[in-house]
């Protein structure tokens, strides 16, 4: 079975759902990162705070569609570095099986940092 497939499918409890931080965040600012064809960087505010976001969508998605925007995110995810730059948070995004991507946001507008059940 490959991995994909048994992650989608495996069960977690409520408890462990529970555990995820995720969040309504707004995109203040986006930058291509020098030197990599897909990796933006994203600075995000979430009311109480701003993190930075690293994440593989400029095939999708330009600066100025980004921009402005509110997303969902979540934030308690093991922060890593992508060419040098720290990622504190990851968008929430949607793949269909043709390879197209969308960024999940709200359909009404709310706060930043509301939080996602």
Known sequence: MD??????????SFQEFQK????????????QIPG?????????DFGTEKRQAVAG????????????NKYGFVLNLQR?????VESQCMIL???????NVVCLKP???IAEGSKIH
């Open 36 to 44: 990599s064809r897909n990796l933006i960087r994203m600075i995000v």
């Open 107 to 109: 359909e009404k507008d």
């Open 80 to 84: 890593r570095k992508f060419m040098g």
């Open 93 to 99: 995004a949607a793949e269909d099986e043709k390879g």
């Open 20 to 31: 995820l931080d995720m969040r309504v965040g707004k995109v203040l600012e986006v930058n």
């Open 3 to 12: 991995f994909e497939k048994w992650c989608c499918h495996m069960e977690i």
């Open 57 to 68: 969508l400029s095939q999708w998605y330009k600066p100025e569609d980004l921009a402005g």
